[in-house]
């Protein structure tokens, strides 16, 4: 998915051979390992051929090579989400500078010598382009209801997508809904529209998946489900978009810990991937019903909004590139 995303911004692109060895069978564990030293060295061709100056690490396993071989390149580690999960925890043994989303990361970090600074999470400037009668246009939507935007990135949530459908007779009649699916359930959902009654059928706008439009499906939203991945923690307040999140139940538990800042902050309610059936329609009846409420979660949602957080990162790159010893100094 990273190499469709980066070359549809003709970034040059290459691979780096990586496998995680958290929780994985002894069967599987030579052959990652194997993939790992394969990476290392992946790495370090690119490094003789680039000669990067610094490196930016986001976190993942398929990282970890380039740290091993770059580690005496001076390297800033972007944290998205708020709490690291394991190879956030490797890598930044490495950085100089570890780069946070909130304030809320840094007790993560206390043992570690780099310099820490809460940037925000960085939005892409394509995302908020539109306005408000535009999106409204694109979707074909009406005015005399509220907009639903469900959705559970590239991949879709199954879950949610199950839960959602079992509710939309009751739901359509209150609600418009942009529900993004996903590939994996793009057929089964497309063929549960086609049976919809005719009167319900326009207030259901389904789609695989979205990506210069999904501004305006933010933009268009009153309340939006997702997985409470780290892009909640900026898209979200970049729009005031008021959220159920319902973290996902089957990896490490910083969806989770996403989830619970932002209902801390009175801007999310928090679903638990087990209740998904009972609480979801009461849930979001309950707040189409209290547009007040769901004001007061925007409002606190917008509030966590961190403008310049990709210019105050690119800074931060830029000054640990300016620190690097000169071309010929530089250590093999």
């Known amino acids: 998915m990273e190499k469709d995303l980066v070359e549809r911004q003709n970034i040059p692109f290459i691979e780096i051979p990586a496998a995680g060895v958290h929780g994985v069978g002894l069967r599987s564990l030579p052959s990652n390992l194997l993939k790992l030293a394969q990476g290392v060295f992946t790495s370090q061709r690119i490094i003789k051929d680039f000669q990067p100056d610094g490196i930016l690490y986001t976190g993942g396993y398929v990282a970890a090579p380039m740290a091993l071989a770059a580690r005496k390149i001076p390297s800033l580690l972007y944290v998205p989400d708020i709490e690291p999960g394991m190879a956030l925890n490797f890598l930044s043994r490495f950085a100089k500078i570890i780069a946070l989303t909130t304030e809320a990361s840094r007790k993560y970090f ?144 910083y969806q989770k810990v996403n989830a619970q800042y932002l209902a801390d902050h009175h801007a999310a309610i928090l679903v638990r991937d087990e209740d998904l059936k009972m609480e979801l329609l009461p849930v979001i009846s309950n707040l189409l019903m209290q547009p007040d409420q769901l004001q007061t979660m925007s409002h606190n949602m917008r509030a966590l909004h961190q403008a310049s957080a990709a210019e105050d990162i690119a800074s931060l790159v830029m000054t640990l590139a300016q620190t690097t010893p000169q071309k010929g100094e530089r250590p093999a």
Do not use: C
């Not at 199954?158 to 209150?174: D, G, W």
């Open 110 to 253: 206390v043992n570690r010598k780099a310099q820490k600074t809460v940037t925000g999470y960085p939005i892409r400037q394509d995302l908020n382009h539109w306005d408000k009668n535009q999106a409204y246009k694109f979707f074909n939507l009406q005015a005399n209801l509220p907009v639903l935007l469900v959705t559970g990135g590239s991949k879709g949530a199954r879950s949610i997508n199950k839960a959602l459908i079992s509710i939309l007779p009751q739901l359509l009649p209150m609600a418009q809904v942009i529900h993004i699916t996903g590939k994996l359930d793009w057929d089964e959902v497309h063929s549960f529209q086609q049976n919809l009654p005719a009167g319900q059928l326009s207030n259901y706008h389904i789609y695989p998946y979205l990506h210069e439009e999904m501004g305006a499906a933010f933009t268009a939203a009153d309340l939006v489900i997702s997985r409470s991945g780290a892009s909640t923690l900026g898209e979200y307040p970049l729009f005031g978009l008021p959220a159920i999140l319902v973290p996902y139940p089957y990896a490490w538990r």
